[in-house]
């Protein structure tokens, strides 16, 4: 008995050995040896959009410096020498600088509406007469700059709070957290407060660059969150305007928007669009109070619900989360596979500006995993411009005795690697890329262009640089590598493609394949 319990020991530990050879070899043939990218041009999936950012807090102050201040801003973002954004996410203002003393008065965004035409009848809200639209000029004027550029197809109108007379509290906060702030007699008021101020931007401005620029309207944004004095304080004051909706008020506000909504496009020959409902958490393993499904759930009980064809959300809580991704894609594509998804804002809310590549990565991975597990059509960064001290922004802008100049991260080159090189009306499509380990650190997205071309997107978070394979684009003859790592920033070269590429460590490269 001894003799065959020595016997099958031996025999266990001979296939653990062998078992360890083998995952070894695969291990040393990951790392060291050629992996192999297949590609297949005819399975497609979503429809990419574009990529975007938000003019909210610095443009208030941007606008009103000199013409090259302003224009290296907008080029830098907007420009075919800077990110070439496609979409400009304007911030329509509740009149918190006029109602709310913020510590930073430009988080109480200007409105357009002239307060003092209020008597108590909120029917004035949807005359434009009762408009100053020489207010938020300074946005506007550097709106028109990006206009201007000629790569902006789509405009997407955001509002973080109803206007102050229109709320319970005369705030463009809540004083108590969860307060649905919005008073229910407004619903209209509100709506139409929306439609006046975005027909006369588009009336006037936007029409004047490009009639066929898409126009959404979303006047709610991350309604799950507190927004009351002790839920975004200092000092225990709210530090910016916002305001809660739970979902059975939401989604009644909504219905009334879409209605106010049907009946303007109808009445002044216009085609804007609802955008809802800037979900502030996707995750719905929180509390009973930011479940995403609870919020969808009151929106089914309306016919509004029948005409979206898109839901935005924000990627605060998930950032590089593969689980939490996992299972809202599951969720939307069983309940709503008729609904596609559009990420509208994020930001790493960390202190302080990490200008490593390991910031930039961080940031590749959340639009990859975004793009290529949740399957979003588009990806806008929280705010364009900032001042610097957090990590918010695409571009820093320093004031120093009167002399500007605008800062970037890895972070504003690895955006590029993506906003540069897939345009509106790009088709990803399937990219199977073999790591039997998963040790490679490779992540990667292919994409079908309207020119014919094909991108493909590698993230390379290893040590190691890879030599990759790329099968099923054996037609395509020349490529055009585009890199950035610690050392270099787009660095561009193109050569003929003989079916391989190279990346390197710690790297984001995108290859843009041509016949």
């Known amino acids: ?36 990218l297949r590609i297949d041009t005819n399975e497609k999936l979503q429809t990419m959009q574009g990529f975007g950012a938000s003019s909210a807090w610095v443009y208030q102050d941007l606008g009103l410096e000199d013409l090259a201040t302003k224009n290296t ?18 911030n329509v203002g509740a009149g918190g600088v006029e109602s709310d003393n913020y510590k930073d008065p430009l988080r109480g965004a200007q409105s357009f509406f002239i307060a003092e035409r209020f008597t108590g009848d909120y029917s004035v809200f949807a005359d434009a007469d009762n408009y100053d639209f020489t207010r938020d000029g300074a946005v506007l004027d550097l709106f028109k700059r990006a206009l201007a550029t000629g790569n902006i197809d789509k405009v997407i109108f955001f509002a973080n709070s109803p206007h102050y007379l229109m709320t319970k509290n005369g705030k463009t906060h809540g004083d108590v957290p969860y307060d649905n702030n919005l008073k229910e007699e407004c619903y209209v008021a509100f709506s139409q407060y929306m439609l006046v101020i975005v027909n006369y931007i588009y009336q006037n401005i936007i029409s004047q660059y490009d009639k066929d620029i898409q126009i959404y309207i979303s006047p709610v944004n991350e309604p799950q969150w507190k927004w009351g004095d002790d839920a975004t304080q200092e000092d225990g004051e709210a530090t910016q305007e916002g305001c809660h909706y739970d979902p059975k008020p939401l989604a009644k506000f909504y219905d009334t928007f879409y209605s106010q909504l049907d009946v303007f496009n109808d009445e002044n020959s216009t085609d804007f669009n609802m955008d809802i409902f800037e979900s502030g958490n996707y995750k719905m393993l929180n509390s009973t109070r930011t479940k995403f499904n609870e919020y969808m759930r009151e929106f089914e009980k309306y016919d509004f619900f029948d005409e979206i064809t898109h839901i935005s959300l924000h990627s605060y809580g998930a950032d590089k989360s593969i689980f939490y991704r996992e299972i809202f894609a599951d969720y939307m594509s069983k309940n709503f596979p008729h609904i596609s998804i559009s990420m509208s ?4 809310m960390e ?3 990490d200008e490593s590549i390991d910031m930039g990565l961080w940031c590749g991975k959340v639009m990859m995993r975004d793009i290529a597990i949740l399957g979003v059509t588009d990806w806008s960064y929280w705010l364009s411009v900032a001042k610097g001290g957090y990590e918010d922004a695409l571009v820093y802008w320093k004031k120093d005795n009167g002399y500007n100049s605008f800062e970037v991260t890895k972070r504003y080159y690895v955006f590029g690697q993506f906003s540069k090189y897939i345009s509106n009306g790009s088709v990803r499509v399937s990219a199977d890329y073999s790591d039997f380990l998963g040790v490679n650190g490779i992540e990667t997205a292919a994409f079908k262009n309207p020119d014919g071309s094909v991108t493909v997107i590698v993230l ?25 790592d610690s050392d270099v920033n787009w660095q561009t070269r193109e050569y003929a493609f003989d079916g391989n590429v190279k990346v390197a460590a710690k790297s984001m490269t995108t290859f843009v394949l041509t016949k």
Not at 345 to 348: A, D, K, M
């Open 460 to 484: 390379n978070d290893s040590e190691k640089s890879h030599t990759i394979a790329l099968k099923g684009v054996d037609k395509y003859k020349n490529v055009k590598e585009i890199m950035t």
């Open 1 to 36: 008995m001894k003799g065959r319990m020595i016997k099958v020991a031996a025999a266990l530990l001979t296939c653990v050995v062998l078992t360890c050879c083998v995952l070894g070899i695969f291990a040393v043939s990951a790392l060291l040896g050629k992996t192999t």
């Open 351 to 353: 202190w302080n500006v």
């Open 73 to 90: 801003a907008i080029q830098m973002l907007y420009g075919n020498d800077g990110l070439q954004l496609n979409t400009f996410r304007y």
């Open 345 to 348: 804002e994020y930001c790493t």
